[in-house]
Structures are given as C-alpha cells and as structure tokens.
C-alpha cells in the first residue's frame, strides 16, 4: 500500500482513517476476499508463530459445553493471521511484525474505585483464575467473522478478585504503550494507547471472557498475548488485546476507535443486522477462511439469550449500535 510521509499537522483525515477505509481498499485487491489473501499467503509466513508459553500446563483446558457452536471453527492458519492489531500496522498481516512484543514478564495494574490497587504478575493472575474452553463467534465491524476456540476465564473473575467499590459502573481495559518495540504506536496521530471499556453489568455478564489461549495453546502474540478481552456479542474492536490495566471508574471511557471516528464508532457496539455502518452494511459477513462464504448476521451476534436483558431499558437507537 502506498502511504506518502507527511508531517503531523499535515495528516489528512483521510490517512488516520478507521479500520473501514482499509477493508475498502483491500477489497479491491484481485477482487480477492480478505479470506483467499489470508489463504494465498505464501508457506512462510503461514506458518503458526511459535506460541508464548505462559501458564502452558494449564492446557488443553476442559470445554465448557455451555459455549459450543452451530458452525465450522474457522482454521487455525486464518485465524492467527488475520489481525486486526493496529499497534503493529494497519494490515491483517501484522503476525511476524507482532513477535517483536515482550511477554514475559508481564505486570498487570489492577485500580480506579477498588478496595486496594495492585499490580500483579500475568501468569500469577492467571492462576488464580478458573481457566476454562468455549468456543465463540467473533464479529468484527468490517463484516467479517471467525469461529475460534478460546482458552481462558470469566471476565466476572477477574472483577470479583478486584474487589471494585460500589460506586465503580464502568471497567476500561488498556493495551500495553510500547512503541519501541510496535511501530504503530510511533503513529503518534493514533491516540495511543488501545483502551476499551464496559459497563459493570456487562463485565458480570456471563459471557463476557478474558482469553488467554487459543486453539488449545497459549494465544500467540499477533491475536493479543498474554490477555486479551472477548466480548462476542459485539463488534471485535471492543475485544482489547494484550491488556495492561484494568481500572474501574465512574466514568465512560471513550474507545480507541469512538475517539478516531465517533460517528462511526461507539460506545456499545453490539452487533446487529439492522444498523448499517454509516459506510456499510452489516446485515452479512464474510467467514473468513471459506473462500468467500457469506451468512446473515444475527442481533447480538446470536447471544441475545445471554445479554438481550443488559439493554432492554435503553432507548432503542443506542441500544442498536452507538
Ligand atoms: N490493542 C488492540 N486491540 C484490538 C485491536 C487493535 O488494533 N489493538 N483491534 C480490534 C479489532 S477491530 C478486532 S476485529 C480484533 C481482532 O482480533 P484477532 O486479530 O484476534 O482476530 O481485535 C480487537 N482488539
Ligand atoms: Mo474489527
């Protein structure tokens, strides 16, 4: 892809664009879906980047049969390499670059409105965690999706463990700031670093999942090693990687991507068929890894008997997407 080198204040809206603009771009490509590139890729760099290895006893973890699935997983090869990790480049061919990232050690700040701030060791935390399999959808708002098996632990956990004060309605997650070794991160019109965030009832909600492995191993650092959100029911940019800090607050926090592009991006976030991105439509996706095979998206990703109830008092618009 061609990118001319500006200076800062020269930065055209256009060149800090959402991920929307690149999917746009990619499209045109051969005509090719973004699943027949990520299945031309050549051998080399196909092959599985060799997973960190935290905590790798604890695999293979028990299945949780709550969380199984209707359709096929989508292939190991696709699904850990087609990212979407801005931190490493704007393409979804960001895995060779993502293996510059250090992972061990790896400190996790938990604080904000809790009964004590800590800072604790990643695998120290995961251990203390009741690991566990489920298999998900993941539905990113470009209308594009996979199916994967994640190794990890409730969300809930985690917020029960930091024993957040009454006050506290929201919880942000922070991605790591290292642009020594994530050159996206010397983008300095992004505003850096990722931080996401959910509303407490949200973080309780069952199925909201802290992965930290995938297929069976530990998640390799391209897909958001070690720690990485899971929030099926909505679009997979809420699904923060590589998590830093988790602060409970009494204050929304504005997303990495509600900050580049807040009318294309919200808050909420949940899927739904019905509300079109400004852009595009989000009625279908695209399985990534079926040579183009597309099926209709479904409200909450198909989850609305998990979450329905979450936003059942919210004014409808809101509710929908933003
Ligand atoms: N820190 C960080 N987290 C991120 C992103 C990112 O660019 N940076 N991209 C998001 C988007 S848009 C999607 S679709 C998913 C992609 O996850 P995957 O690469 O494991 O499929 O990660 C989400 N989490
Ligand atoms: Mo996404």
Same mark, same amino acid.
């Given at each position: 892809?061609?990118?001319?080198?500006?200076?800062?204040?020269?930065?055209?809206?256009?060149?800090?664009?959402?991920?929307? #603009?690149?999917?746009? *771009?990619?499209?045109?490509?051969?005509?090719?879906?973004?699943?027949?590139?990520?299945?031309?890729?050549?051998?080399?760099?196909?092959?599985?980047?060799?997973?960190?290895?935290?905590?790798?006893?604890?695999?293979?973890?028990?299945?949780? =049969?709550?969380?199984?699935?209707?359709?096929?997983?989508?292939?190991?090869?696709? #699904?850990?390499?087609?990212?979407?990790?801005?931190?490493?480049?704007?393409? %979804?061919?960001?895995?060779?670059?993502?293996?510059?990232?250090?992972?061990?050690?790896?400190?996790?700040?938990?604080? @904000?409105?809790?009964?004590?701030?800590?800072?604790?060791?990643?695998?120290?935390?995961?251990?203390?965690?009741?690991?566990?399999?489920?298999?998900?959808?993941? *539905?990113?708002?470009?209308?594009?999706?996979?199916?994967?098996?994640?190794?990890?632990?409730?969300? %809930?956990?985690?917020?029960?463990?930091?024993?957040?004060?009454?006050?506290?309605?929201?919880?942000?997650?922070?991605?790591?700031? %290292?642009?020594?070794?994530? =050159?996206?991160?010397?983008?300095?019109?992004?505003?850096?670093?990722?931080?996401?965030?959910?509303?407490?009832?949200?973080?309780?909600?069952?199925?909201?999942?802290? #992965?930290?492995?995938? &297929?069976?191993? =530990?998640?390799? %650092?391209?897909?958001?090693?070690?720690?990485?959100? #899971?929030?099926?029911?909505?679009?997979?940019?809420?699904?923060?990687?590589?998590?830093?800090?988790?602060?409970?607050?009494?204050?929304?926090?504005?997303?990495?991507?509600?900050?580049?592009?807040?009318?294309? &991006?919200?808050?909420?976030?949940?899927?739904?068929?019905?509300?079109?991105?400004?852009?595009?439509?989000?009625?279908?996706?695209?399985?990534?890894?079926? @040579?183009?095979?597309?099926?209709?998206?479904?409200?909450?990703?198909?989850?609305?008997?998990?979450?329905?109830?979450?936003?059942?008092?919210? =004014?409808?618009?809101?509710?929908?997407?933003?």
């Amino acid at each position: 892809m061609l990118i001319k080198i500006r200076r800062g204040w020269e930065i055209p809206e256009s060149q800090a664009t959402p991920e929307s #603009a690149f999917f746009n *771009r990619r499209s045109l490509l051969a005509g090719l879906g973004g699943a027949a590139l990520a299945a031309a890729l050549p051998a080399g760099r196909a092959r599985a980047a060799a997973p960190a290895d935290m905590a790798a006893d604890l695999y293979p973890a028990k299945r949780n =049969p709550q969380f199984t699935l209707e359709r096929d997983l989508t292939d190991e090869k696709v #699904a850990t390499h087609y990212n979407n990790f801005y931190e490493f480049g704007s393409s %979804k061919y960001v895995s060779d670059a993502a293996q510059k990232l250090t992972i061990q050690p790896w400190q996790v700040k938990i604080d @904000g409105m809790v009964e004590k701030e800590m800072t604790v060791d990643a695998e120290d935390l995961i251990r203390k965690m009741p690991v566990e399999e489920r298999l998900y959808r993941h *539905r990113c708002v470009e209308a594009w999706s996979m199916a994967v098996p994640w190794t990890g632990f409730p969300l %809930k956990a985690l917020v029960d463990y930091a024993k957040p004060a009454s006050g506290a309605t929201y919880l942000q997650m922070q991605t790591f700031q %290292k642009p020594e070794e994530a =050159p996206g991160q010397r983008q300095f019109w992004y505003p850096w670093p990722y931080i996401e965030g959910l509303t407490m009832a949200e973080a309780h909600n069952d199925l909201a999942f802290i #992965a930290i492995g995938v &297929y069976g191993k =530990p998640i390799p %650092k391209q897909m958001g090693a070690p720690l990485r959100l #899971a929030t099926p029911w909505k679009y997979g940019f809420k699904s923060v990687k590589s998590i830093v800090k988790f602060t409970f607050t009494d204050k929304r926090p504005k997303n990495f991507w509600q900050t580049i592009g807040p009318d294309e &991006y919200g808050f909420w976030a949940n899927v739904n068929p019905a509300v079109p991105h400004p852009r595009w439509s989000q009625a279908s996706e695209e399985l990534i890894g079926t @040579g183009g095979k597309r099926v209709p998206t479904q409200i909450y990703n198909g989850y609305g008997e998990f979450v329905a109830d979450l936003y059942k008092d919210m =004014p409808k618009q809101e509710r929908l997407f933003m």
